[in-house]
């Protein structure tokens, strides 16, 4: 019998973790001050078409429990851990922000253990400088003013106009799901200062891969270029943005899942 909804279970220590449905695996990792519901933000299409959906809080996030070291090798080591603790050989993983570099981490150090890669909002690129000071004031008003805090430095006056009420109400919401929020502000502060992977490495990336870039307007954090620098670095990658004037990829949850479900259907039959 398939299982039925989540259940909820230990991987890598103090990790939170929902596991849902019967088939090929696919692993979610959620970005930066996010949690496991916002990578295909709640949709269960995944698991409806037949794929094992593994879905955690990284440490420090969600109902994790908080660490000392927020930098991509512990996060790397953490997704590896994962897999062994599910008995998992190899998966599909589909990861955004963070979660795609943590993603990219471990199929650089571990390339058996990774079937194919959905790179979603990749930002880490030299020629796109991760603003320290903005993450510091941040982490700062996290730290000091909680969810309000974090929405006052945030700043989003330089939202367009459109997206400015969608951007404030999910900066609420995922900043509302963290058990640690002192432990988010301390990753605020540690994650962008730890470089995930060197461009060049992205080359050696043998797996199917897709890359979902979003368009700069509404996500000037993830800008688009990069998202097709990656593309191009990894051998055979294919790149998905959405239409002009429409929400971001990243923020469609049905559609960013069969997105997934095909490069894992790719990746499966490879």
């Known amino acids: 019998m398939g299982r039925v909804g989540y259940e909820v279970a230990v991987a890598a220590p103090d990790l939170f973790v929902a596991d849902a449905g019967d088939g090929p695996p696919i692993v979610l990792l959620h970005g930066l001050t996010a949690s496991h519901r916002y990578v295909v933000m709640g949709s269960k299409a995944l698991a409806r ?3 094992r959906v593994i879905a955690y809080d990284a440490r ?3 109902a994790s429990a908080p660490a000392d070291v927020y930098a991509y090798p512990e ?4 997704l590896r851990d994962l897999l062994d603790r599910h008995g998992l050989e190899r998966a599909v993983l589909a990861g955004a922000s963070m979660g795609a570099h943590t993603a990219l981490r471990l199929a650089l150090d571990a390339p058996g253990r990774v079937a194919g890669l959905v790179v979603i909002t990749p930002a880490a690129h030299p020629g796109s400088p991760p603003g320290l000071e903005r993450w510091d004031r941040l982490a700062e008003g996290l730290r000091t003013r909680g969810v309000e805090g974090f929405v006052a430095a945030y700043g989003l006056d330089a939202v367009p106009e459109r997206w400015r009420p969608t951007t404030e109400r999910v900066l609420r919401q ?3 799901e963290h058990e640690h929020p002192e432990a988010v502000a301390d990753a605020l502060q540690q994650v962008p200062r ?14 199917p ?4 870039a979003d368009r700069d307007e509404a ?9 097709e620098a990656y593309a191009e670095l990894i051998d055979g990658a294919s790149l998905v943005v959405e239409d002009e004037g ?3 990829l990243a923020w469609q949850g049905g559609r960013l899942s069969r997105v997934i479900a095909q490069l894992a259907d790719r990746a499966w039959a490879a």
């Open 49 to 51: 078409a037949g794929h």
């Open 60 to 62: 420090g996030h969600g």
């Open 75 to 78: 996060l790397a080591a953490d």
């Open 174 to 176: 995922r900043l509302g």
């Open 194 to 207: 730890s470089q995930p992977h060197a461009l060049d490495e992205l080359r050696s990336i043998a797996c």
């Open 209 to 212: 891969t897709v890359v979902v």
């Open 219 to 227: 996500d000037p954090g993830h800008p688009l270029w990069i998202g």
């Open 246 to 248: 429409e929400s971001p």
